[in-house]
């Protein structure tokens, strides 16, 4: 039989263990809302009994261990679906940003005012000789114009903001590896392995946070540190205790001098610019250097078509002076004999060819010089009508930039172009935002505090610790009565 | 079986329900306001590019009546050209007569020679007139040199060309909106001094008079007669060209109310649609509102003591 001493101790592991595990709820319910928490458990067990002949005797309870409810293969999918899911929106946000005006199907858009140009060309087939609708044209041509620009320009600064955004986030990447890299360090160095809690929330938390930043795939190694690397495979970013820093330069052979993103991982660099999938950085770059891109080379193309075609068709003419027309459109440097530069080819999707576009200065200046006769004559206007003629078809000239389409069937395949696309990374995010939310949910039934639970909990550990209380005060009464009153 | 269902878990999945519902109906009620069923190309691409294909064809369809408008602004002042000068031949034929006439005697023809000389003048002038700062009879040359011109009583040459000029009116049809002036004051291409050069009738006509010489008076009165008959040709072919212009201004307008049709059916907002959308959307956000503020009001700390 244990002697009271033993039970005193019995008494005392009890109060002990419930206050511990109290401190457990409290830990709980004081991070609630702490975002990465998981909830955290006292795991008691019965001491080893104490054997006295055959009779097995319990000697109390222990707090064997302080355990995190956490199911780390859900917490990997949530980090690679996040990235996915900033990846789409990011993308989305920025398609968005454009499609309205680029997609302007009104009088002002840009289908409209080339539609306006070509009107005019049929309205000075009426009147070759007047002098206003020959300065109309003029007018026409250069809202055209600024109209193309004005959407090009607008493309370019979603490219700029996109690549402006490049170097805060590698910078914010490049913290966060750092401390997922200190966190990992804790992590193996832990006395019995899983009982870092703490570290591993919080490690969880920053890796949430680098998920939307940037693709990646996370592996969970043997000592529970996480192997970190970008989506596409192509760079590590963390591996146990170390991270590797993303660096963003200038560089010359990108667009405008735009960002290339390298990975420096030790004495190799490898260029990653094209391999981040996902997260903003992916979405923000893939929005840089290919999905914008592609609609500028449309614009480029559009403009490429147009202006040879007029050309090639304005020098076949004769202007109100029965000369021979010259070029109605220049593009900074002379043209060649497809109506454009020689340096803008098919090859290099037109590359410039709207901005560069103006209508050609001695034209402008002298609307005279518009070559709407098809002889040289004042009154013929063949050539104007085949100039108008010209948007039915895109032009056919061989010579020139053949198109294959009319103008506003090639910009109405642009504008179907961007909302596609829009209309893609919408339902990608919102089916990403679901998958999120819905594996969130998992993980929050697993790992969230209730505070219902925590509650009960609470009064279960309170009821526990005052039962406790209550007997060692009626051991205490015992030993009162052996040592005080037994004998008097 | 029993779940464990967080009030945090249930918050941030109805915040998620009450944005995406907050989005449609922000969409709507833009809908609603602009009257547009596409706000944005990604609401529906393809009916975005249709929109515009039918916007192009609309745009298209306005300039070729304009076109139109304008052919008929240089039709109708030609035509009254041609109907001046009919009058004016017409007047001539009778003074014709009367010069044949037995009791006319030679004062009466000289006396007549005054009115021919005028009316000579007054064709020369129409055959030279200008519309919208066009020479309306010298085929291209629309700018000048003045297509007729000649002395006073010597034959009268024509110094434009022979050119037509043509408006596109559709995209595969055209009209001519001239005619070259030999061809209405010739008779036709080279006619100068023919039978048929209105001209040459009117100075024969007048010579024959001053001459008192019957037989080129009845020689200049057969002249008028085939120069009416050719000038009455091209007034009727002015007026067929008009009529048909207004024909084709009919069907286009015609054609370009059922296009716009055609593009409001995929533009416009269907109103009861929306608004009953937007309607239900309202209750739902009501509703959300209301039970994500009750949710959080009662947990198990209330009744602990």
Same mark, same amino acid.
């Given at each position: 039989m244990p002697g009271l001493n033993a039970s005193l101790f019995l008494g005392l592991s009890g109060l002990q263990a419930q206050q511990s595990a109290l401190n457990v709820v409290g830990h709980n319910i004081a991070n609630v809302n702490t975002p990465g928490y998981s909830r955290q458990r006292a795991d008691l067990t019965a001491n080893q009994a104490l054997i006295q002949g055959q009779v097995y005797f319990g000697t109390g309870v222990t707090l064997n261990a302080v355990q995190g409810l956490r199911d780390r293969f859900l917490d990997l999918q949530i980090y690679r679906e996040t990235s996915r899911q900033e990846g789409a929106s990011e993308r989305y946000t920025g398609i968005e940003a454009v499609s309205t005006s680029l997609g302007d199907t009104t009088s002002s858009g840009i289908a409209a005012q080339i539609q306006a140009f070509f009107q005019g060309f049929q309205e000075l087939s009426a009147r070759p000789e007047d002098s206003a609708l020959r300065t109309n044209l003029i007018g026409k041509a250069n809202t055209m114009i600024s109209g193309m620009q004005a959407r090009y320009r607008m493309l370019n600064d979603q490219r700029d903001n996109a690549n402006q955004a490049v170097t805060s986030l590698v910078t914010e990447v490049n913290t966060l590896t750092k401390q997922i890299a200190d966190l990992n360090r804790e992590i193996t160095g832990e006395l019995v392995p899983g009982s870092n809690n703490d570290a591993r929330d919080q490690r969880k938390s920053l890796t949430d946070k680098l998920s939307t930043l940037v693709g990646i795939s996370v592996f969970e190694g043997s000592h529970g540190e996480y192997q970190i690397t970008l989506d596409s495979g192509l760079a590590v970013l963390v591996s146990g205790q170390t991270s590797f820093d993303l660096k963003a330069t200038p560089d010359a052979t990108l667009d405008n001098n735009y960002y290339r993103v390298d990975s420096l991982m030790g004495t190799t660099t490898v260029n990653v610019t094209a391999d981040i999938r996902d997260g903003q950085l992916g979405g923000k770059l893939d929005l840089r250097d290919r999905i914008l891109v592609d609609f500028q080379q449309q614009l480029d193309t559009l403009a490429a078509g147009l202006a040879s075609q007029v050309n090639l068709q304005h020098r076949a003419g004769f202007d109100l002076n029965g000369v021979a027309g010259q070029d109605f459109f220049l593009s900074g440097v002379a043209n060649g004999a497809n109506g454009i530069p020689a340096l803008m080819t098919a090859a290099n999707a037109y590359k410039g060819m709207v901005n560069a576009l103006t209508v050609n200065a001695a034209v402008a200046g002298n609307p005279k010089l518009i070559a709407a006769g098809g002889i040289a004559a004042a009154g013929d206007n063949a050539n104007a009508k085949r100039l108008a003629n010209l948007q039915l078809d895109g032009g056919v000239n061989a010579a020139g930039v053949v198109l294959g389409a009319s103008y506003s069937s090639v910009v109405g395949t642009l504008i179907n172009d961007v909302g596609t696309t829009a209309q893609t990374w919408e339902a990608q995010t919102t089916a990403q935002e679901n998958l999120v939310s819905a594996l969130q949910a998992q993980r929050d039934r697993l790992s969230g505090v209730d505070l219902d639970e925590e509650a009960a909990n609470m009064m279960i550990l309170q009821r526990g610790y005052q039962a406790s209380a209550r007997f060692l005060s009626v051991i205490n009464q015992l030993t009162d009565q052996l040592v005080n009153e037994f004998g008097k | 079986m029993s779940v464990r269902t967080l009030a945090t878990t249930q918050q941030r999945q109805t915040l998620l329900a009450l944005q995406r519902t907050k989005e449609r109906m922000a969409a709507n009620q833009t809908r609603i306001s602009t009257g547009n069923r596409i706000t944005r190309p990604s609401d529906d691409p393809t009916a975005a590019a249709l929109i515009l294909d039918f916007g192009n064809s609309i745009h298209a369809n306005e300039q070729y009546l304009k076109q139109a408008d304008s052919a008929l602004s240089f039709l109708k002042p030609t035509e009254d050209v041609v109907t001046a000068a009919i009058d004016q031949t017409i007047r001539l034929q009778e003074l014709a007569q009367r010069g044949l006439s037995p009791t006319a005697g030679a004062t009466g023809r000289a006396a007549m020679v005054a009115e021919v000389d005028s009316i000579r003048t007054s064709l020369l002038s129409l055959a030279n007139t200008q519309s919208q700062g066009k020479y309306m009879f010298g085929g291209t040359a629309t700018l000048g040199p003045q297509p007729f011109s000649g002395p006073a009583a010597g034959p009268i040459t024509y110094n434009g060309d022979d050119n037509t000029i043509s408006l596109d009116v559709t995209s595969t049809s055209s009209v001519n909106i001239n005619i070259p002036g030999q061809l209405v004051f010739? @008779? /036709?291409? @080279? @006619?100068? @001094? /023919?039978?048929?050069d209105l001209f040459q009738a009117v100075t024969d006509l007048r010579d024959g008079l001053a001459a008192d010489n019957t037989a080129t008076i009845q020689a200049a009165y057969d002249h008028l007669k085939l120069a009416l008959s050719n000038l009455n040709q091209h007034q009727a072919d002015l007026g067929g060209r008009q009529a048909g212009l207004l024909n084709l201004k009919d069907m286009v307008s015609g054609f370009n109310v059922t296009l716009q049709d055609l593009q409001n059916t995929q533009q416009d907002t269907d109103y009861p649609q929306a608004i009953a959308d937007y309607n239900t959307d309202q209750i739902i956000q009501q509703a959300t509102l209301n039970t994500m503020a009750r949710s959080n009001q009662t947990n198990l700390f209330d009744y602990l003591g």
């Open positions: - | 010739f @008779g /036709s291409i @080279g @006619g100068q @001094g /023919s039978n048929t």
